[in-house]
């Protein structure tokens, strides 16, 4: 990218680029406004950059839960804590 902001329509090319791959749109677009701290409709480099360090977390956590490796997992209430604990 040219500068180090982010903008929406950038945030997938981008969090593919760092092994994000297939986020569906409307995540994105989640992601992108909890992560817009300034709510100037873009992320800088350093909130990109927490934003993939959170997903990457997010993603191990979710990985070692999802033990018969079908992409879905049953949390117990305290679980979610922990998962949530990473954000």
């Not at 903008?7 to 409307?26: D, E, K, R, S, Y």
């Not at 992108?32 to 909130?47: M, W």
């Not at 934003?51 to 993603?59: D, E, P, S």
Request: charged share 20%; hydrophobic share 45%.
């Amino acid at each position: 990218f040219k500068s180090d902001l982010i903008n929406l329509a950038q945030l997938q090319q981008a969090l593919g680029a760092a092994g994000f791959n297939n986020i569906p749109p409307q995540y994105a677009t989640l992601l992108f406004r909890k992560f817009d701290r300034n709510k100037r409709q873009k992320l800088s480099f350093e909130n990109f950059m927490e934003l993939c360090v959170i997903l990457g977390h997010t993603k191990s956590w979710f990985i070692a839960k999802d033990t018969d490796f079908d992409g879905k997992v049953t949390l117990t209430l305290f679980e979610l804590f922990e998962l949530v604990s990473y954000c």
